[in-house]
């Protein structure tokens, strides 16, 4: 089991909150997390997982660039030591904190009506489609 | 009445639509994934037809202004460039193939209604572009110029979900390499539309100042041949970006990936167990490549705490991700060691991956000149409550920006660990290389051609 990250992962999503505050604390979490896992890993799991960490932080980039006020508003979050045996636990926490923000990202595209804030959400979910299939390797 | 309005929220409703398709469902066959792939290409092409139509009577409204000026206005050369760049990408064949069925998909029906508000504003206009209605007699070039600033939304919004239907078709059982042949990478036009948006013109440049890189050729056929062509492309713009860009940052991060994706796929090349833990205590050979990764992971781990505070103007992700896809093709991560000696294929990919090894070390003295620029002009940025508490403790301003959750200039103490691994990656990895070529060369009967060199290797 990784308690430390599944439990943060839990944490994070019950206090997430809504809106874009959400997305920014879930995909931020989701990057950080990916670029630990990344390094804790194989390598041949590790170069996708990182591939997952830059369309996550591309991600969290455009919700930073759509509303730049989300980087004050939320807790950065912090994952602790992981242990080769508990990657795989550490992947699935990730990937639903991914989900997560994809769902809330999802919910804000159908009430929001200005242009350019729904073409940024169309990135952010584009990212994090692309991000999850590369960490978790189901790509087919 | 239905108003040139409702049929754009209409076209934008169906984007919405599609991309939450792709985002939450698959599609069940293969032949479902190739229709939507043609109507995603129908919808580029509708794009490009939109963006005909809002042009023409700008420019006759401009010309009278722009009849002494150097060149067209920027948002003017931008569409025309946009234009052309779709219809080299989705045929000029008219109607367009996707325009002959009927529209099934939330794509289709995007086409349909954004080709619909195109004729909607034709019909206001004359042959020769003179208004015809009192709307169009009222609208000026900047109505015309907000709506290419939409378009450009739109087209943005539309390019952002290749990615994911390349993803989903490759789910259905679309072959891969048919997928990248119809979605190759539309990130070039991404950075086309950037230039419709912008609310500032960028300054006209004198004819010979606006010639680029050559654009790329794809080598579909050769992928060796392409990854070499496309990492001297990255080199090239790594080396532009040392200049006096300010928003390197994003392109410095992705090509930090990209160096963890060279490495690994040259070790896995050359023998590398990659699912193992890494070696403990070797440096040299295969494993001396897995390190090399590592210290890029190390380096991207770096850069990603800083804040990229705006989009940047050009990027150089299309070529850095097709220079990834290709080395997954070339050089599986699960390649394993083969006997040598190896084929001549495997000697003309064992170039490729050397060159690509090569010039990942070059572009790395580029990137840490680019890097230092930026940390000496103070334009890197981090959030203050990334910073360690040692140092936030220290310093009076970084506690209340912390307090304040506030992005502050990054101090030397977070920038100097990214400067180090700069100049760890920007160490040649010839020793690495050699030490690969003499356990390779060793059982290789006499005269066998020799599979690394053992000088630096430079691409063809």
Excluded: C
Excluded at chain 2, 182 to 211: F, I, Y
């Amino acid at each position: 089991m990784t308690p430390a990250w599944t439990h943060t992962a839990e944490t994070l999503a019950r206090d997430a909150g809504q809106g874009w505050p959400a997305i920014w604390t879930l995909t931020q979490a989701a990057a950080i997390g990916a670029l630990n896992l990344a390094i804790t890993v194989p390598l041949g799991v590790g170069v996708s997982v990182s591939y997952a960490a830059m369309d996550f932080r591309e991600a969290q980039d455009e919700v930073e660039w759509a509303h730049p006020e989300v980087r004050a508003g939320t807790t950065a979050s912090v994952f602790g030591p992981l242990r080769p045996e508990d990657s795989g636990q550490a992947r699935d926490a990730l990937d639903r904190l991914a989900a997560l923000a994809l769902t809330h990202a999802a919910t804000l595209a159908e009430t929001e009506t200005n242009l350019a804030a729904q073409a940024a959400l169309s990135r952010v979910m584009a990212r994090l489609i692309t991000g999850r299939a590369k960490l978790t390797g189901r790509w087919s | 009445m239905t108003t040139y309005a409702d049929l754009l929220a209409q076209t934008t409703e169906h984007v919405r639509e599609g991309a939450n398709q792709l985002a939450m469902d698959r599609f069940w066959t293969p032949h479902e994934a190739l229709d939507a792939i043609g109507d995603y290409y129908g919808l580029l092409d509708a794009i490009a037809s939109h963006t005909r139509r809002l042009l023409w009577p700008a420019q006759l409204g401009r010309i009278g202004l722009t009849r002494h000026r150097e060149g067209l206005p920027p948002i003017e050369r931008a569409a025309i460039d946009l234009v052309a760049a779709i219809e080299s990408i989705t045929g000029a064949s008219r109607p367009h193939p996707s325009q002959i069925s009927t529209p099934r998909s939330p794509w289709a029906h995007a086409s349909l209604t954004l080709r619909a508000a195109g004729d909607l504003l034709a019909t206001h206009y004359g042959p020769g572009g003179q208004p015809r209605t009192p709307d169009a007699a009222h609208a000026t070039t900047a109505s015309f110029d907000a709506g290419l600033a939409g378009l450009g939304h739109l087209t943005r919004t539309v390019l952002a979900h290749e990615e994911p239907l390349a993803l989903r078709a490759i789910q259905a059982g679309v072959p891969r390499g048919l997928v990248a042949r119809h979605l190759p990478g539309l990130e070039q036009l991404a950075e086309l539309t950037r230039g419709l948006e912008s609310e500032t013109p960028r300054p006209s440049k004198a004819h010979l100042d606006v010639l680029g890189q050559v654009p790329p050729r794809r080598r579909g056929d050769d992928p060796a041949a392409d990854l070499a062509d496309r990492m001297i492309r990255l080199r090239q713009a790594t080396w532009e970006l040392t200049g006096e860009r300010s928003d390197a940052l994003a392109s410095l991060r992705t090509m930090a990936g990209l160096g963890v994706a060279v490495h690994a796929h040259a070790a896995a090349f050359y023998g590398a167990n990659l699912v193992r833990p890494d070696a403990a205590g070797r440096v040299q050979g295969a494993d001396g490549l897995v390190r090399r990764a590592r210290t890029w992971q190390r380096l991207h781990q770096a850069l990603s705490q800083f804040a990229v505070l705006a989009p940047p103007t050009a990027s150089i992700r299309e070529d850095a991700f097709a220079a990834a896809t290709l080395l997954g093709h070339l050089a599986p991560i699960d390649h394993g060691a083969a006997a040598a000696p190896l084929s001549s294929a495997d000697r003309r990919i064992g170039q490729a991956i050397n060159g690509a090894v090569q010039v990942m070390a070059d572009i790395a003295v580029h990137e840490g000149a680019t890097f230092d620029r930026l940390a000496r002009t103070h334009l890197l940025y981090i959030p203050a409550k990334a910073l360690p508490r040692e140092l936030v403790s220290e310093q009076p301003a970084l506690a209340i920006a912390r307090l304040e959750h506030r992005v502050v200039q990054a101090p030397d103490a977070a920038t100097g660990r990214a400067a180090r691994l700069y100049t760890e990656v920007a160490a040649h990895p010839i020793g690495a290389l050699e030490a690969v070529h003499a356990a390779r060369r060793a059982p290789a009967p006499a005269g066998a051609a020799l599979l690394i060199s053992s000088g630096p290797q430079r691409q063809p």
